[in-house]
């Protein structure tokens, strides 16, 4: 069976701090992975997807970037965070790039940046 | 305008009563219509997902799309406490999906 890992579940980050958040999905492969970030009381907002290793797309100018480096890996990073960059961040994956409508989503990351 | 528009509540019913979720979307490019449910602190989770307009059901839950309307419900039957989470609409086209805010629905025992 697919699963899909996020780490950390939590974290906490003055502003200025580097970011970098993992998320790697298991039994599965050339999945479409995705992140997005879900501010408090507001919907999904989509920030990067990729299509294969290396392959990266921005949906969003931030002060965020993604790296795809294995198939099954996807990372978010920033050099210097903003306040603005707190939320709740989640990885998303499909099951392969022919079954590409049904997005499963990891756990999340809960960012506080102060 | 939103691409996506779901009134974010919260709603509160009586256990055993029928929930009522709507969304409207203004993109008539989109191909396939979804609900998550979102429990406090957790990821989402796929409840249902439908390509065309009529309904769907799944036990106690029913997905209704209105393509020509632009508009997809989501109704949930005998409700329970356990129902209480946050329900999302979400709708997708070449492998991306667009979101709604989300309503957070609370059942009362």
């Known amino acids: 069976s697919q699963t899909i890992h996020q780490w950390p579940a939590t974290l906490v980050q003055p502003v200025g701090s580097p970011l970098s958040l993992e998320c790697t999905v298991e039994?599965?492969?050339?999945?479409?992975l995705y992140w997005y970030r879900q501010a408090a009381g507001r919907g999904l907002q989509l920030l990067f997807y990729?299509?294969?290793?290396?392959?990266i797309s921005s949906e969003v100018p931030q002060n965020l970037s993604a790296s795809r480096p294995q198939d099954r890996q996807f990372i978010l990073s920033s050099k210097k965070l903003l306040l603005s960059d707190s939320g709740f961040y989640l990885c998303?994956?499909?099951?392969?790039?022919?079954?590409?409508?049904?997005?499963?989503f990891g756990p999340g990351t809960r960012l506080t940046v102060l | 305008q939103k691409e996506v528009e779901q009134d974010p509540g919260p709603l509160s019913v009586p256990e055993g009563a029928i929930v009522s979720l709507n969304c409207t979307y203004s993109n008539s490019a989109f191909q396939y219509f979804m609900w998550y449910r979102q429990y406090s602190r957790k990821g989402p989770e796929l409840l249902m997902y439908t390509y065309s307009s009529g309904n769907k059901e799944d036990g106690r839950f029913t997905a209704q799309v209105d393509k020509s309307s632009k508009y997809i419900s989501l109704f949930i039957r005998d409700s329970q406490p356990s129902d209480s989470a946050t329900y999302l609409c979400?709708?997708?086209?070449?492998?991306?999906?667009?979101f709604g805010a989300g309503t957070t629905v609370t059942v009362r025992a």
């Open positions: 990729s299509v294969g290793i290396g392959q």
């Open positions: 998303a994956w499909t099951v392969d790039r022919v079954s590409t409508d049904t997005q499963y």
């Open positions: 979400a709708m997708g086209r070449d492998y991306k999906l667009s």
């Open positions: 039994g599965t492969s050339n999945p479409n």
